[in-house]
């Protein structure tokens, strides 16, 4: 049987507006200024 990997979503860092891709398991945090805050691209800020 085959499972699919879920896909890597991109969020935007709150801080510093960095794109960032997270794949599940990993931390939400900006790789760039170390936020732990991300929002989705379409979300507006």
Known sequence: ???QQPEP???LCGDC???N???P???IQCR???L???NPP???I
């Open 25 to 27: 398991g990993d931390v």
């Open 17 to 19: 507006g960095v794109e």
């Open 32 to 34: 760039e200024c170390a």
């Open 9 to 11: 979503v991109s969020y």
């Open 42 to 44: 379409h979300c507006p």
């Open 1 to 3: 049987m085959d499972q």
């Open 21 to 23: 891709t997270l794949k």
């Open 36 to 38: 732990q805050e991300a």
